[in-house]
């Protein structure tokens, strides 16, 4: 979705499934830890706002956005979860780091879902700077991770 004109943060819930038993696990990168526990928080609250239960949602942290993908399968391949969330940001350095990172993840996490057939979501933000990481991790553009956790939400209607 771009974000240049409009706010991450920004959706209509009115037709929202009842997620009140529904059980979430959230993936956390700790690699730009600031950055993605905002990520974070935006999606822990934006699930509570709509009905989920506290002791319904689990947090995972792992190493750094490359591993996102075997984090959300260990959550995944659990019964009881029934959607994923991956929280990371990859931001542009001199090399083409970045791209190799924010491919193989956004593979990977559509693979898990395909396997485990239930929502896992990409909140991976990927920028050319800082400044623009915080604009979307809670400044001008919203959060990512309430648009991750409302994706969530809307594919557990299906």
């Not at 700790?30 to 506290?54: C, F, I, P, Q, V």
């Not at 991750?148 to 299906?158: C, P, S, T």
Request: glycine residues 10%.
């Amino acid at each position: 979705m771009a974000t240049a004109l409009q706010n991450l943060s920004s959706y209509d819930s009115t037709n929202f499934p009842d997620i009140s038993e529904k059980r979430f696990g959230l993936v956390v990168a700790e690699w730009n830890r600031e950055l993605t526990d905002t990520l974070s928080n935006g999606a822990y609250e934006t699930l509570l706002k709509h009905g989920a239960k506290a002791e319904n949602i689990f947090r995972n942290t792992v190493p750094g956005s490359f591993e996102l993908t075997l984090g959300a399968q260990f959550l995944a391949q659990h019964e009881e979860i029934d959607a994923v969330i991956c929280l990371g940001v990859v931001i542009k350095g001199d090399t083409k780091h970045d791209d190799y990172i924010c491919h193989a993840v956004a593979q990977g996490i559509t693979t898990v879902g395909l396997k485990y057939n239930k929502p896992v979501i990409f909140g991976l933000v990927t920028t050319n700077t800082l400044e623009q990481a915080w604009d979307r991790a809670g400044g001008r553009h919203g959060n990512k991770g309430t648009e991750a956790a409302v994706a969530a939400i809307q594919m557990l209607g299906f």
